[in-house]
Each structure stands twice: as C-alpha cells, then as structure tokens.
C-alpha cells in the first residue's frame, strides 16, 4: 500500500489485516487511481483510515469486524465520524460484554451505557 506522507494515516493503515479485503481495496484503488476516479478513492482512503484507527484503538477486534466497519462506512450505513463511538458503544457495552465473535452490528447501536 502507498503511503501518503501523513504519519496518522501510515500507523492507522499498519493496523489493517494484511492481505485482508480492506487491504486489498486500497491497493486496488492506489495500483488504478484512474479507474475509480477521485471521488471514489478518497472514500476508499478515509474509510480504510477510519477503519485502521479502529482496529488499532481496539486490538479486540477481528478481520471480520474490519470488514463491517469499513463496508458500514464505504456503504454509508454510519457516518465516518460517528464510527468510533459507535465501537466504542459495542466494545464497552454494560449491557452485554464483548464477543469477538459477533458482528458490531453498527448501524444499530445507539446510547447504551458504558462501564
């Protein structure tokens, strides 16, 4: 993957799967810039971005959740800029505690209470 110069953006992108889907679609988008055009590959960017910084605030999480945060976000079922503390939510909940192996489900968390 191309680094951008941007420090942030280098360590958030180091946290994704290698060789996982997110990876692959940045790749893809930086190999072929033309081809999606600009539009399109600054939402791949900033969703990959959004979703690198997640996984690597969240070590908890799994590929399988890379994958939800980065489709919720590229799909727009969750605004970019809600991501985190929509994570954060699921992640903390008081309610029901963290399992790996279930989907975060993001476009449906809203206000449960952290410990």
Known sequence: MAQRGDKKYTINISHLTPNGK???I???ADVNPEK???TKNKDIRDAANKTGE???K???LTELHEKEI????IDKKVKSDEVLQKVNDVVNSAVEPFNPDNKLNL???SGLTHI
């Not at 980065?70 to 976000?73: G, M, N, P, R, T």
Request: hydrophobic fraction near 50%; glycine fraction near 10%; charge should be negative.
């Open 107 to 109: 476009e449906n968390v």
């Open 36 to 38: 999606l055009g600009e």
């Open 26 to 28: 940045l790749e893809l």
């Open 70 to 73: 980065f489709d919720a976000i």
């Open 58 to 60: 969240y070590p908890e």
């Open 54 to 56: 997640m996984m690597g």
């Open 22 to 24: 997110v990876a692959k």
